[in-house]
């Protein structure tokens, strides 16, 4: 079965630094986009950044500028280097990916896929 397995979380003082990473298992034929959204208690899940295939980028407009999404597609991995946290970007922070698994060929229809959720808490 295919799994998306998250690390890095923690707590870091306001200014700080985390880095996130979040790895694709299983038998995966093709990986399309992959994101990072976050989620605090009684809020809808949001989205913090997205990344193509081809390495395109998008950003909440709340973290362009301190955060930078990369992927590894040899490796099936996805980060998001987080610089200058405040408070604000305590959450949940999930990791999501579009997978077509190697047991729906010949459909190409990618499935949604999530991680477990990492909380970031940034507190002094």
């Known amino acids: 079965q295919v799994q998306l397995v998250e690390s890095g979380g923690g707590l870091v003082q306001p200014g700080g630094s985390l880095k996130l990473s979040c790895a694709a298992s299983g038998t995966i034929f093709k990986i399309n986009d992959m994101g990072w959204y976050r989620q605090v208690p009684g809020k809808e899940r949001e989205l913090v950044a997205r990344i193509t295939s081809d390495s395109s980028t998008n950003y909440a407009d709340s973290v362009k500028g301190r955060f930078t999404i990369s992927r590894d597609n040899a490796k099936k991995t996805v980060s998001l280097q987080m610089n200058s946290l405040k408070p604000d970007d305590t959450a949940v922070y999930y990791c999501?990916?579009?997978?077509?698994?190697?047991?729906?060929?010949?459909?190409?229809?990618?499935?949604?896929?999530w991680g477990q959720g990492t909380q970031v808490t940034v507190s002094s």
């Open positions: 999501n990916a579009e997978i077509i698994p190697y047991y729906r060929l010949p459909s190409y229809v990618a499935q949604d896929y």
